[in-house]
């Protein structure tokens, strides 16, 4: 299947209920707790005027948010249905974005993924991506998030 930007009108309902339930195995893995508790069909809405939104079927299997920044595009809330997984859904819109990130004129793409999530960090090495460094989320004195880079 090939990606499509979402935009209004769009089934943000059905979206979100996507990120949600492929974040949902995370509770109690990580720490601080997902973004993605606090984020609503409102904000994806906002974000589908201020950033990118590309999504794979309808009602959708599998979604990126881009957002351009200084030195790169950054991929977040990457998605993929649990019973479409592993039909290369993730490389397509790792692919579209890299497309739309040589078209914007930046150099890589990037993205963040919490320490705890292992597996995570091994899908995303497989892709490509390397890891460039760790941050630690307000209030934490270790690293919560691992970020890396895949250059174009």
């Known amino acids: 299947m090939i ?5 209004q009108p769009y089934d943000w309902t059905a979206l979100l209920h996507l990120i949600q339930t ?8 990580i720490s601080p707790p997902s973004s993605m508790l606090a ?8 974000l589908a005027a201020t950033s990118e939104i590309w999504v794979i079927g309808a009602p ?10 200084p030195h790169s595009l950054y991929l977040g809330k990457l998605a993929v249905a649990a019973n479409h ?11 579209r974005a890299a497309t739309r990130a040589k078209i ?6 990037t993205l963040q993924t919490r320490v705890e999530l292992v597996e995570n960090h091994a899908a995303f090495a497989a892709l490509g991506f390397v890891e460039t460094g760790r941050s630690a989320h307000p209030g934490f004195a270790h690293p919560t998030t691992v970020e890396f880079r895949l250059p174009l």
């Open 3 to 7: 990606p499509h930007r979402a935009t």
């Open 22 to 29: 492929e974040f949902a195995y995370m509770a109690g893995r």
């Open 39 to 46: 984020l609503t069909e409102a904000q994806l809405l906002g």
């Open 60 to 69: 959708p299997i599998a979604c990126v948010i881009l957002t351009a920044k």
């Open 85 to 95: 997984r592993g039909r290369g859904h993730a490389r397509a819109l790792i692919t």
């Open 104 to 109: 914007l004129g930046l150099p890589a793409l």
